[in-house]
């Protein structure tokens, strides 16, 4: 099982991006797995950003990218996106993709994609 996130790269303040991750794996279960993005800033710990559960699609965000970021998945293609408007110098970050098994509570992390927000 590996997740591969893309569409990370360098935007303009105010500008968007929208990152996809994919699921490979012919025994990964997508809808056994809330899926969530998380970001690690240089010299910081790594933040939570956005979830959406498997159940429902519900969503939810950090206060920092509430209103700005949002979250989607297609079961069917075993995909998550990150769509993100208006970002922000501070946005900059390697951005990754994780699973959450909701029944095991083990993550699977992808290996991340780089978002660089500067003029």
């Known amino acids: 099982v590996q997740l591969v996130e893309s569409g990370g790269g360098l935007v303009e303040p105010g500008g968007s991006l929208r990152l996809s991750c994919v699921a490979f794996?012919?025994?990964?279960?997508?809808?056994?797995?809330?899926m969530r993005w998380y970001r690690q800033a240089p010299g910081k710990g790594r933040e939570y950003v956005a979830g959406?559960?498997?159940?429902?699609?519900?969503?939810n965000y950090a206060d920092t990218v509430k209103g700005r970021f949002t979250i989607s998945r297609d079961n069917a293609k075993k995909m998550v996106y990150l769509q993100m408007n208006s970002l922000k110098p501070e946005d900059t970050a390697v951005y990754y993709c994780?699973?959450?098994?909701?029944?095991?509570?083990?993550?699977?992390w992808g290996q991340g994609t780089q978002v660089t927000v500067s003029s």
């Open positions: 994780a699973a959450l098994n909701r029944y095991s509570q083990r993550y699977i």
């Open positions: 794996g012919s025994v990964f279960i997508f809808s056994d797995y809330d």
């Open positions: 959406i559960a498997s159940i429902d699609s519900s969503a």
